[in-house]
């Protein structure tokens, strides 16, 4: 697929069935593939804004895939060549027939928030000017996800947070993350502080200090796309507009 002034384009061209994926059936037993190939694409981080839902899944699906199989050309195990196998969904050892599986990094992804209900955002350096989020960060071996949710949030901006509390996922395959959603109540809002090092500044908002702020464009929001997006919405309780810039 490839962008030709509209969001997908289908090629009727015979593919190559040995780098075909198979994605999956819809509802209706519709088949969907996917398959690598040359061409002026577009950014899927820029251009999944204006898909339809499950063609965002689609989209998801296929890229994650995409990324692995180009990064996996050898066996972890032994550094042999690999090939596609299972219809793209796994790749096998040419030499210890071993099969390969796709990973999936777990990260989590945190809106912090007081007694009074305000919520803490935070922005990086290399962000857009005045681009806040909600704070995130890779699940450790080992750990919990609500342990990474402690911890990420004491490293980040200095917070104890207690009462957390899951609030959904999303798949991110850049290259190829899930981001799982959680609320957290910060113990002592005082306390909050950005790292210095990944986080340079953070800032707590009541909904109407966060409206004065998007309102003269002070606070730039997170993409559409984004789950930080739909958090920081559903606190807020109404969709939100602006943002759409990535970098």
Not at 102 to 112: E, N, Q, Y
Not at 169 to 182: E, L, R, T, Y
Not at 188 to 202: H, N, T
Request: charged share 25%; hydrophobic share 40%.
């Amino acid at each position: 697929m490839r962008t030709q002034g509209e969001i997908l384009y289908f090629s009727e061209a015979s593919p190559d069935l040995d780098a075909v994926i198979f994605l999956g059936l819809d509802s209706d037993g519709v088949a969907y593939f996917a398959q690598s190939g040359e061409g002026d694409f577009t950014s899927l981080r820029e251009a999944v804004s204006q898909f339809p839902a499950f063609e965002r899944l689609i989209a998801a699906h296929a890229v994650a895939l995409m990324n692995w199989h180009e990064s996996h050309p050898h066996c972890p195990r032994c550094g042999s060549p690999t090939v596609m196998s299972s219809a793209g969904n796994a790749r096998l050892c040419e030499k210890d027939q071993r099969e390969l599986y796709p990973r999936t990094d777990s990260a989590v992804i945190v809106l912090v928030k007081d007694s009074d209900d305000r919520i803490l955002l935070g922005r990086q350096a290399s962000w857009p000017v005045g681009r806040y989020s909600t704070f995130a960060g890779f699940v450790e071996p080992g750990e919990s996800f609500e342990s990474a949710v402690e911890r990420e949030v004491r490293e980040e901006c200095g917070i104890v947070s207690e009462q957390i509390n899951y609030l959904g996922s999303q798949p991110w395959p850049f290259p190829a993350s899930i981001m799982v959603a959680f609320e957290a109540i910060a113990k002592d809002p005082s306390q909050a502080l950005a790292d210095g090092v990944e986080i340079e500044r953070v800032e707590w908002f009541s909904r109407a200090q966060f409206k004065e702020a998007t309102d003269s464009g002070r606070l730039v929001l997170p993409p559409s796309i984004s789950i930080a997006r739909r958090m920081i919405e559903g606190w807020y309780g109404e969709v939100l507009t602006g943002g759409e810039a990535w970098r």
